[in-house]
């Protein structure tokens, strides 16, 4: 089964370039819906444990279409938590024909129209980066989905920086891991960081200068990426 692609880029990147369809990132996981089966990206079937779903795309003869399983207000996290599954929605954000983007989105308009449940969604659209850069800052939400054509497409993050303490590194087959001072973990990144963090921990307390998407709900950075190391003074 084929599946969505996306790239990242960054905001500053995204404000220069033109996008013919912007829309509103969730934060869940993708979901293909075939014949009747819900399927992750891992090509597990999820029928069971999304059922209120699965039996309304069913139900109206939905097929072939992608879409993003989600809490309203959540992230991630909150979808993989069982007491939760019977609250999730699918936001129908892709159909697998030949039709042209304003084509599908006119159709997935109609199938959410046609299903008039609000466990069936369809994606905010907006017409430039920035009028929705704007609302996921006002909002909190995670980012934008945008798309030069049905083929290039990118995701958009909000993503928030931090200095945190290092408190101890630990070896890998090539670059490691820096444990951080809440109990996470940020990738050395290469072996230049772990060089300079052996030269700058002589005698200094060292930092690492990251940028994550959000903490988790035991205080824990989400995908951690390292900036810089840093000495505070």
């Known amino acids: 089964m084929e599946k969505q692609k996306f790239e990242e880029m960054k905001i500053d990147e995204a404000l220069t370039r033109r996008f013919n369809n912007i829309s509103l990132k969730r934060d869940g996981t993708a979901m293909h819906f075939i014949d009747g089966k819900l399927i992750s990206n891992r090509d597990c079937i999820r029928n069971s444990r999304f059922p209120h779903i ?29 007491i939760n599954w019977h609250n999730a929605k699918y936001m129908i954000f892709d159909i697998k024909t030949n039709q042209s983007i304003e084509q599908k989105k006119a159709y997935i308009e109609e199938i959410v129209n046609k299903i008039n449940n609000p466990s069936i969604t369809k994606p905010l659209y907006f017409a430039t980066i920035r009028e929705g850069w704007d609302y996921v800052v006002k909002n909190n939400e995670e980012g934008l989905v945008a798309k030069h054509s049905n083929f290039d497409i990118y995701k958009i993050k909000k993503l928030n920086e931090a200095k945190i303490k290092i408190v101890g590194y630990e070896s890998g087959l090539e670059k490691g891991a820096f444990i951080l001072e809440n109990g996470g973990k940020v990738s050395a990144t290469s072996r230049d960081f772990v060089e300079r963090y052996r030269q700058l921990s002589k005698g200094n307390e060292v930092f690492a200068d990251i940028r994550y998407q959000f903490k988790t709900p035991d205080g824990k950075f989400f995908q951690p990426r390292l900036l810089d190391l840093v000495v505070m003074r």
Do not use: H, M, R, S
């Open 54 to 82: 699965a039996n309304l795309l069913k139900k109206f003869e939905i097929n072939n279409v992608v879409g993003e399983i989600y809490i309203e207000g959540g992230c991630i996290f909150d979808i993989t938590a069982k």
